[in-house]
Each structure stands twice: as structure tokens, then as C-alpha cells.
């Protein structure tokens, strides 16, 4: 193995390495390594992976230290009281070396996980590293502890909360990556509220677009040239990226339940601009990336009938508590848990007989603008200057506004939205929100997109 960096600190002695951690050390990557170090900056946690090349054992021969200090005897450890790969720890404990972090090891080779505070080009300033000056350091790693934290979207400990502050998608990533349908249904219902088989086909659905779509990023080549992206720059994808601006859109051409499971899992939202909805009427839905090839998954018109058979308890218990209004305790525990068993028992029935997946050329929209605020002149909400018209002949309206108290601002057209030049307000620049014009506006309902007169 070759180094790629070696640490500069002011620890010389490997006893002294656990006292070290407090300090700041300096891991300085060799040049030939700069463009490793790209993006480096958005890491707070990196574990590093060094080599314990004392020749000497800074006097811990038989019993290791907790700590991993940077030092290790390249010879055989000799066999003491405890076994050859136990050592007796600090605390008094006798543990193997695979229990401990003892720097005696069949393989000379240390890891911690240490926080980066800076970095000034190939040198990174780190605290919590365990190694004496001049350790060779062997590789450096961005940290991952999303295995450890199985609770959906809990934050267990300080190192996995800091990730997740950088990347509040890691933990779905890693479960599409996986395939992991179950943990997202479960997200996906802390969003939705319940557990249904339509929120469990939108995850399904979801999670197969973002694996397609991902696989041809990370292999460009398997792609046909019609449907091949643009900009892979022939680099492999760390799983399938969303980041809430819209360079991923879905499209999905309902608004029930199966949309969420398709939110959640691409990240892809009403909030983000990045959910794009065409009122149609089919569990289908579309992603793409901004090049315009995208995957489009369709329900099947069996599926309904494929999931009521494989799950006919739940039939009954609908008939009983919905349809016959039957509502004790009973029923309608029985009721949630088989809605639950058939909503996590989808997820498991047979993809191919539940989709279509097409791949399709999508007319990508542009990135959605964005647009000032005004007040309006009546109702003193901030509104999207897109969304507000002339006042015009209304200004007399204005006096409805006296039953508001003082505070309000619609009684302060004030300084905010006005130069301090600007005239008391006129007919002819009062701006109200559509409400207060008596406008037409969209709205979406469980209707699907309807225009309501103002
Ligand atoms: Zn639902
Ligand atoms: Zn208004």
C-alpha cells in the first residue's frame, strides 16, 4: 500500500496519542492526490485510515491501550497471560483486539474517525486523530454511520446528526439504494399519515425509476445512445441524487396517495418545485433528470385486483368499519392491521405484474423563476408580485380594513415596499392579491386543478 498524506502534529510519542485527539493535527495529501480532495470542504467527518509504523511499541507490548495510538511492533505479539490477540485494557477489561482498539493488531493499520475544521489546500486541519507525527496515512474516507441509525429519520448521535444536516436524504438514499421498500413505506407514512396499498405502489414505483435511472449514470454505456444522459461526465453516481432543486423532476399524473410514496422516495415535492402534476387521472408517474430522458412507471389496470387477492382480509374489515359503520375497539383495530398488512404485503408482490416502465423523452421545464414580493393593498399579506394585479378603482375598499387593529399591516402601507419618495398610495399603484381583486385563481383539491372565481 502507498501513502497518500502523512500526519504533522506535535505528538511524538504514541502514549501521548489519545491526549492528542484534543489537539489539532494536520493530515497533509500528497499532491498527486489534489483531485481526491474535491469537495472535501462539505465533509465534517472523515475517517482516516492510517498505518502504525513505529518499529517500536512505545512500551505497550502485551497490553494495548484503548487508544489507538500510532505506534505497533511489526513483530509477532508475544503470548501473554490473556491469549495472543487478547490484551487487557485501561479499564482492566480483557477484550480481543477485534473488541478493542487496541494498536496491537494482526495488521498494522489504524482507523479513526476525526472532525475536519479547515483546510488550506492539500492540508487539512483535523482534531481527534489519534497519530503521532509522521504517520503515514493510507486513505481518508468521507464518515457514513447511516447504518447505524435505523430510526427513519432519527438522528441517534452527534456524528450521524451532523450528516444528516449535510445531507438530510442520506438515510433514503441508502434505502433505494438497497431496495429497502419497507423503511420507506414507513417514511413515506409519516408523510401521509396512514399505510395504504396506493402509498406503497408510489414507493414502489419510485424506488425502481430512481434505480434505473441511477444505473445509467453510473454505467452511461448500457444506455442507448436516445436515451443517454447528457452530462455523466463518465463519473459514477454515489446513489441517486435529489436535492430539492430540481435537477430530478417527477411528474405524476394523480393526486392520491401513490403520489406521496413518489415524494417522498425522489425527493421530488410540491414545495420544491421539482413535483410536476398532470391532472389525468393514472397511478403513473414519470422521472427525469433535467436532460429529459426519464423512466415512466404505470400501474398495470390487474394491480387493484392482484392486491385485493393476495390480501383478502382486508376487504372484509373495510365492509365492516367503513361501509357498515361498524366502529368498536375491535373492528376497528382489526381494520388498521390488516390495512397495514396489505400496504407492507404490496410491497413484496411481484413488480412486473404491478408495472409498466417505459422510457420516455420528457419536454423539461425551465428552472422556476423567481418573483419578488408585494403587500396587498388590502389584506396586508406578502404576496408574489406574479400573483398580484392593479387596485384600480377598489381603493375605496380600503376601509374595510378598520376592523383590523392597529398592528395590521394593511393600516401601514409602510417603508418596507415604498421609497421614503413614494406618494401616499393612489388608485393607480395599489397592488392587491387576487382575493382582494375579485380575481379568478387555481386551486388543487381532491378535484384535481380547478379555477375558482375570486
Ligand atoms: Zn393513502
Ligand atoms: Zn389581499
Same mark, same amino acid.
Given at each position: 500500500?502507498?501513502?497518500?498524506?502523512?500526519?504533522?502534529?506535535?505528538?511524538?510519542?504514541?502514549?501521548?496519542?489519545?491526549?492528542?485527539?484534543?489537539?489539532?493535527?494536520?493530515?497533509?495529501?500528497?499532491?498527486?492526490?489534489?483531485?481526491?480532495?474535491?469537495?472535501?470542504?462539505?465533509?465534517?467527518?472523515?475517517?482516516?485510515?492510517?498505518?502504525?509504523?513505529?518499529?517500536?511499541?512505545?512500551?505497550?507490548?502485551?497490553?494495548?491501550?484503548?487508544?489507538?495510538?500510532?505506534?505497533?511492533?511489526?513483530?509477532?505479539?508475544?503470548?501473554?497471560?490473556?491469549?495472543?490477540?487478547?490484551?487487557?485494557?485501561?479499564?482492566?477489561?480483557?477484550?480481543?483486539?477485534?473488541?478493542?482498539?487496541?494498536?496491537?493488531?494482526?495488521?498494522?493499520?489504524?482507523?479513526?474517525?476525526?472532525?475536519?475544521?479547515?483546510?488550506?489546500?492539500?492540508?487539512?486541519?483535523?482534531?481527534?486523530?489519534?497519530?503521532?507525527?509522521?504517520?503515514?496515512?493510507?486513505?481518508?474516507?468521507?464518515? !457514513?454511520?447511516?447504518?447505524?441509525?435505523?430510526?427513519?429519520?432519527?438522528?441517534?448521535?452527534?456524528?450521524?446528526?451532523?450528516?444528516?444536516?449535510?445531507?438530510?436524504?442520506?438515510?433514503?438514499?441508502?434505502?433505494?439504494?438497497?431496495?429497502?421498500?419497507?423503511?420507506? /413505506?414507513?417514511?413515506?407514512?409519516?408523510?401521509?399519515?396512514?399505510?395504504?396499498?396506493?402509498?406503497?405502489?408510489?414507493?414502489?414505483?419510485?424506488?425502481?425509476?430512481?434505480?434505473?435511472?441511477?444505473?445509467?449514470?453510473?454505467?452511461?454505456?448500457?444506455?442507448?445512445?436516445?436515451?443517454?444522459?447528457?452530462?455523466?461526465?463518465?463519473?459514477?453516481?454515489?446513489?441517486?441524487?435529489?436535492?430539492? /432543486?430540481?435537477?430530478?423532476?417527477?411528474?405524476?399524473?394523480?393526486?392520491?396517495?401513490?403520489?406521496?410514496?413518489?415524494?417522498?422516495?425522489?425527493?421530488?415535492?410540491?414545495?420544491?418545485?421539482?413535483?410536476?402534476?398532470?391532472?389525468?387521472?393514472?397511478?403513473?408517474?414519470?422521472?427525469?433528470?433535467?436532460?429529459?430522458?426519464?423512466?415512466?412507471?404505470?400501474?398495470?389496470?390487474?394491480?387493484?385486483?392482484?392486491?385485493?387477492?393476495?390480501?383478502?382480509?382486508?376487504?372484509?374489515?373495510?365492509?365492516?368499519?367503513?361501509?357498515?359503520?361498524?366502529?368498536?375497539?375491535?373492528?376497528?383495530?382489526?381494520?388498521?392491521?390488516?390495512?397495514?398488512?396489505?400496504?407492507?404485503?404490496?410491497?413484496?408482490?411481484?413488480?412486473?405484474?404491478?408495472?409498466?416502465?417505459?422510457?420516455?423523452?420528457?419536454?423539461?421545464?425551465?428552472?422556476?423563476?423567481?418573483?419578488?414580493?408585494?403587500?396587498?393593498?388590502?389584506?396586508?399579506?406578502?404576496?408574489?408580485?406574479?400573483?398580484?394585479?392593479?387596485?384600480?378603482?377598489?381603493?375605496?375598499?380600503?376601509?374595510?380594513?378598520?376592523?383590523?387593529?392597529?398592528?395590521?399591516?394593511?393600516? !401601514?402601507?409602510?417603508?418596507?415596499?415604498?421609497?421614503?419618495?413614494?406618494?401616499?398610495?393612489?388608485?393607480?399603484?395599489?397592488?392587491?392579491?387576487?382575493?382582494?381583486?375579485?380575481?379568478?385563481?387555481?386551486?388543487?383539491?381532491?378535484?384535481?386543478?380547478?379555477?375558482?372565481?375570486?
Amino acid at each position: 500500500m502507498n501513502p497518500v498524506g502523512v500526519v504533522r502534529n506535535d505528538c511524538t510519542d504514541p502514549a501521548q496519542a489519545m491526549q492528542m485527539q484534543d489537539a489539532e493535527s494536520v493530515i497533509l495529501v500528497d499532491e498527486a492526490f489534489a483531485d481526491a480532495l474535491h469537495m472535501i470542504d462539505s465533509c465534517e467527518y472523515l475517517d482516516v485510515v492510517f498505518h502504525f509504523h513505529l518499529p517500536e511499541t512505545g512500551g505497550r507490548t502485551k497490553t494495548g491501550t484503548e487508544t489507538g495510538a500510532g505506534s505497533e511492533s511489526r513483530t509477532e505479539p508475544e503470548t501473554g497471560a490473556e491469549g495472543r490477540w487478547r490484551r487487557t485494557t485501561r479499564s482492566g477489561e480483557v477484550r480481543g483486539v477485534f473488541a478493542s482498539r487496541a494498536p496491537v493488531r494482526p495488521n498494522p493499520i489504524g482507523i479513526t474517525t476525526v472532525r475536519l475544521v479547515g483546510r488550506d489546500g492539500n492540508r487539512l486541519r483535523v482534531t481527534g486523530l489519534d497519530a503521532v507525527d509522521g504517520t503515514p496515512v493510507l486513505d481518508i474516507k468521507s464518515c !457514513n454511520t447511516s447504518h447505524l441509525d435505523d430510526t427513519p429519520c432519527g438522528a441517534s448521535n452527534h456524528i450521524h446528526t451532523s450528516l444528516l444536516k449535510s445531507n438530510p436524504r442520506l438515510a433514503i438514499q441508502r434505502y433505494i439504494m438497497a431496495g429497502d421498500t419497507e423503511k420507506l /413505506l414507513i417514511m413515506a407514512a409519516q408523510f401521509h399519515g396512514h399505510y395504504c396499498p396506493g402509498l406503497a405502489m408510489g414507493v414502489m414505483a419510485a424506488v425502481h425509476a430512481m434505480q434505473e435511472l441511477d444505473r445509467d449514470n453510473a454505467d452511461p454505456d448500457s444506455v442507448t445512445d436516445d436515451a443517454k444522459p447528457a452530462e455523466t461526465g463518465g463519473e459514477k453516481a454515489s446513489g441517486p441524487a435529489s436535492d430539492g /432543486l430540481e435537477d430530478l423532476l417527477a411528474i405524476v399524473e394523480t393526486n392520491n396517495c401513490f403520489a406521496d410514496g413518489v415524494q417522498l422516495v425522489t425527493g421530488c415535492s410540491f414545495g420544491n418545485n421539482s413535483l410536476i402534476f398532470e391532472d389525468l387521472g393514472k397511478t403513473a408517474f414519470t422521472l427525469t433528470r433535467r436532460d429529459g430522458n426519464g423512466v415512466r412507471v404505470i400501474s398495470r389496470h390487474e394491480s387493484p385486483a392482484y392486491v385485493r387477492e393476495a390480501f383478502p382480509e382486508f376487504d372484509r374489515h373495510y365492509q365492516r368499519v367503513v361501509r357498515d359503520q361498524v366502529r368498536d375497539d375491535a373492528a376497528v383495530a382489526a381494520f388498521r392491521k390488516s390495512g397495514a398488512e396489505r400496504s407492507f404485503g404490496t410491497l413484496n408482490l411481484d413488480f412486473d405484474r404491478m408495472f409498466d416502465v417505459q422510457r420516455v423523452r420528457v419536454d423539461v421545464p425551465d428552472y422556476a423563476p423567481s418573483h419578488e414580493s408585494g403587500v396587498c393593498a388590502k389584506c396586508g399579506d406578502s404576496v408574489m408580485a406574479t400573483r398580484m394585479v392593479d387596485g384600480g378603482d377598489v381603493s375605496t375598499r380600503d376601509t374595510d380594513a378598520s376592523t383590523r387593529g392597529p398592528d395590521t399591516p394593511a393600516r !401601514n402601507p409602510d417603508a418596507s415596499t415604498r421609497g421614503p419618495d413614494t406618494p401616499a398610495t393612489t388608485a393607480e399603484n395599489r397592488k392587491l392579491c387576487l382575493k382582494c381583486a375579485g380575481k379568478p385563481y387555481s386551486v388543487l383539491d381532491g378535484h384535481g386543478i380547478r379555477i375558482l372565481d375570486g
